[in-house]
T-cell receptor, first 113, second 111 residues
Framework: AQSVSQHNHHVILSEAASLELGCNYSYGGTVNLFWYVQYPGQHLQLLLKYFSGDPLVKGIKGFEAEFIKSKFSFNLRKPSVQWSDTAEYFC???????????FGRGTSLIVHP | SQTIHQWPATLVQPVGSPLSLECTVEGTSNPNLYWYRQAAGRGLQLLFYSVGIGQISSEVPQNLSASRPQDRQFILSSKKLLLSDSGFYLC??????????FGPGTRLLVL
């Protein structure tokens, strides 16, 4: 069965710091990869996704993620975080042919102004 | 555009009482539908999913059940709530590429 690991459970940064959140998965076949974000008091929503093609994908609000197949990773990055990036971030993996995504446990990001 | 509704937003129920949480989707047909429970620090636990009317798959044995009486309606139920059923319940639908679209959630407190 697929498993997804998010290594950082809680991250605290100051504004303008760089961000990298790790995500690793276990199943090595064809996968669709996602990062979702839940801002305080808001719906869980899609941040970015990778299906195929360029392994560096860009999402909303300046976020990007890189798919490294050899490392089974899909790390999320942002060069300079803002206070408004304070949220919970979830990595998810959908294995080929499945209806069921596997979610990581989430990373709580707090950005101090 | 697609919209997903959940109600109620908050619910406080006594132990042993029944439960019915409703989820409806607008703007898409024959969606895959999902019920999740979200617990702090534990991510999203998939409870049920449905690929069509009357087709329900359960991922975790528990005190809950789900039904899909109409194409865009998904209901989470219990006959007798337990304290451990307290939590935040999310409904979602997915497009054909697997992107999930979540509702606003229902916070359930069982006392």
């Amino acid at each position: 069965a697929q498993s997804v690991s998010q290594h950082n459970h809680h991250v605290i940064l100051s504004e303008a710091a760089s961000l990298e959140l790790g995500c690793n998965y276990s199943y090595g076949g064809t996968v669709n990869l996602f990062w979702y974000v839940q801002y305080p008091g808001q719906h869980l929503q899609l941040l970015l996704k990778y299906f195929s093609g360029d392994p560096l994908v860009k999402g909303i609000k300046g976020f990007e993620a890189e798919f490294i197949k050899s490392k089974f990773s899909f790390n999320l990055r942002k060069p300079s975080v803002q206070w408004s990036d304070t949220a919970e971030y979830f990595c998810a993996v959908l294995s080929g042919g499945s209806y069921i995504p596997t979610f990581g446990r989430g990373t709580s990001l707090i950005v101090h102004p | 555009s697609q919209t997903i509704h959940q109600w109620p937003a908050t619910l406080v129920q006594p132990v042993g009482s029944p439960l019915s949480l409703e989820c409806t989707v607008e703007g898409t047909s024959n969606p895959n539908l999902y019920w999740y429970r979200q617990a702090a620090g534990r991510g999203l636990q998939l409870l049920f999913y449905s690929v069509g009317i009357g087709q329900i798959s359960s991922e975790v044995p528990q005190n809950l059940s789900a039904s899909r009486p109409q194409d865009r309606q998904f209901i989470l139920s219990s006959k007798k709530l337990l304290l451990s059923d307290s939590g935040f319940y999310l409904c979602a639908w997915s497009d054909r590429m697997g992107t999930q679209y979540f509702g606003p959630g229902t916070r359930l407190l069982v006392l």
